[in-house]
């Protein structure tokens, strides 16, 4: 018999109490029990990173994570990005340029994007690939992600000046 517990998860800086199971993944906690469903599952085996997550600010894929092993650390998804409404840059950018097309897997790059950005303002098209590797989109070719991700770069270390 599965033993369930109550957890405590910082989300997007709220805090939240939830009843799990030892078998959950961050992914089911963050969708089924907090209802943020802009994290999505696609393979549930790390292979396309569509789950990307920031966990205290680095990328995991939130499909293998465990939920109990992320209680206590900082937690941030696509629905955190946005501050009062307005969209991260980010977000913009990958809307502007046209970097998503059906958009399943954008959460998941942008997450990834943001890891990178805040560890390197200034990434070369290159780092950007690097990056974005564990991230697979299935109706692009990456151009236009890529694109997103220096466009988003340059704006924000420009709002910065």
């Known amino acids: 018999m599965r033993k369930k517990q109550i957890a405590t998860f910082m989300v997007n800086g709220v805090e939240y109490d939830t009843i799990i199971e030892p078998q959950m993944t961050l992914a089911d906690v963050l969708r089924d029990n907090l209802g943020l469903t802009g994290t999505k599952i ?25 939920a109990i092993t992320a209680g206590g650390k900082d937690i941030m998804t696509i629905e955190g990005l946005s501050q009062d ?34 560890e390197n303002p200034a990434p070369g098209e290159e780092e950007v690939k690097e990056a974005l590797a564990g991230n697979l989109c ?24």
């Open 138 to 161: 299935r109706c692009t070719g990456y151009v236009k992600i890529n694109e997103a991700v220096l466009d988003a770069a340059e704006k924000i270390r420009r709002e910065g000046e």
């Open 42 to 66: 696609a393979c549930s085996t790390g292979d396309c990173g569509c789950c990307t997550v920031l966990m205290d600010g680095k990328p995991v894929f939130s499909c293998l994570t465990l």
């Open 85 to 118: 409404g307005n969209l991260h840059q980010l977000q913009r950018s990958f809307i502007e340029l046209g970097a998503s097309q059906c958009g399943y897997c954008t959460p998941g790059q942008i997450m990834a994007a943001k890891a990178l950005l805040d």
